[in-house]
């Protein structure tokens, strides 16, 4: 592959570059003033994810305000199983509600075959947003993402978020090959659906796997690793060679070095629990750190957020690094905060 030269693309190739790329998780929304008035234009949450002109709207305001490095495609992890047949809403600030997929009979209903077909309209708003990024923020790259099969597995099992995921992990005991079988369906559409992304102008992909700070250390190898392994080793067999992939293993703590050996993806977002210095320490120079600012210091703004986003430069200084949170921005946050930071990091 040539030598990218977007300033996030060489660093999640290797390179040190400094001042270091700088994007938010979670950088389009409710903080927004602009993104709320196109979320009530859209009504609920799945008619803007799978409306093009609003999504790619809505990708690009924070583009807009603050000249971030990357994009991210504005839609949810959740899109896979909804997808694959499985009914999902949105309740109004509730998150996420899926209908409990517990036996062999619901997971053999899932419809792999159809994700791309009924993504279709997701696929369109990457495609608008490669054409209007070449246009309009060169330096931008964009990214596309899904859920890693074991955070997706989680809300298609509890069928709700909140945090704890309790039948998820208990069918992961009690009935490891079933469980094993919706990683297997999970993983299967989520291939297909991220080589799509891929061929339609993504240009890096980032899989999220947010709960997998649950699971004790053998569950995380054989539900979080393994599977992750094999997700990028299929990727990478119909990916261009040298395509960027980032891993954001949430709350891994020490099992992150196991994770980035195994699953010899190119960058790793760090939680915002995770010692900088010990990533440094402990993740081969060659892998791109990304995150891991406090979102709840960019709420407060200020001196205190000053002086933990130069914490966080002087830590990754001479290796590869993308300035990131170390989670998703919270709706409380002033958009005046994120300007400050992002002078901040330009500043180096
Ligand atoms: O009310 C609203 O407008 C909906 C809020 C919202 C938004 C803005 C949801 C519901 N999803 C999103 C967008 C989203 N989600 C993006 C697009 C990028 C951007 O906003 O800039 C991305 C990358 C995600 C990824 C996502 N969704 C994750 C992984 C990252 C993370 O935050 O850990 C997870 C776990 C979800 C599930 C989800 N979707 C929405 C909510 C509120 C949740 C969390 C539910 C829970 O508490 O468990």
Redesign the pocket.
């Known amino acids: 592959m040539d030598m990218p030269d977007k300033p996030f693309l060489r660093a999640l190739a290797g390179e040190a570059v400094w001042p270091p790329p700088v994007w938010l998780?979670?950088?389009?929304?409710?903080y927004l003033p602009e993104y709320r008035i196109v979320?009530a234009q859209a009504g609920d949450?799945i008619s803007l994810c799978t409306d093009p002109e609003l999504a790619t709207e809505v990708t690009l305001q924070?583009l807009r305000r603050y000249g971030f490095d990357a994009a991210?495609?504005?839609?949810?992890?959740?899109m896979v199983p909804w997808a694959m047949g499985q009914p999902l809403r949105?309740a109004e600030g509730e998150?996420?509600l899926l209908e409990p997929l517990r036996d062999s009979a619901a997971i053999g209903a899932l419809e792999v075959d159809r994700v791309v077909e009924r993504a279709a309209p997701i696929l369109e708003t990457v495609r608008r947003l490669s054409a209007t990024l070449a246009v309009q923020h060169q330096r931008t790259a964009l990214i596309g993402?899904a859920?890693a099969p074991w955070?997706v597995a989680c809300?298609m099992v509890d069928g709700r978020?909140?945090?704890e995921f309790p039948h998820t992990r208990r069918l992961s005991y009690a009935d490891p090959a079933l469980f094993a079988r919706l990683i297997r369906t999970v993983s299967d559409a989520t291939v297909e659906y991220l080589l799509a992304q891929a061929e339609n102008g993504a240009e890096a992909l980032m899989i999220?796997d947010?709960w997998a700070g649950l699971l004790p250390p053998a569950g995380f190898r054989r539900w979080v690793i393994e599977p992750t392994a094999e997700l990028v080793r299929r990727l990478r067999k119909r990916l261009p060679e040298g395509f960027p992939i980032i891993g954001f293993p949430?709350l891994a703590g020490p099992m992150l070095v196991e994770y980035v050996a195994r699953t010899g993806i190119q960058a790793v977002g760090m939680d915002t629990a995770m010692d900088p210095r010990w990533a440094a320490a402990n993740i081969p120079a060659k892998v791109a750190l990304q995150g891991n600012l406090d979102p709840q210091a960019l709420v407060a703004g200020g001196p205190g957020l000053e002086a933990e986003a130069r914490a966080l430069l002087a830590a990754m200084r001479g290796r590869p690094f993308v300035f990131n949170l170390g989670?998703?921005i919270v709706p409380q946050t002033p958009p005046e905060h994120v300007a400050a930071l992002v002078r901040t990091v330009r500043a180096g």
Do not use: E, N
């Open positions: 998780m979670r950088q389009a929304g409710r979320r949450f924070p991210i495609l504005f839609s949810d992890i959740l949105f998150g996420p993402f859920g955070t809300y978020g909140g945090g999220f947010s949430r989670h998703g």
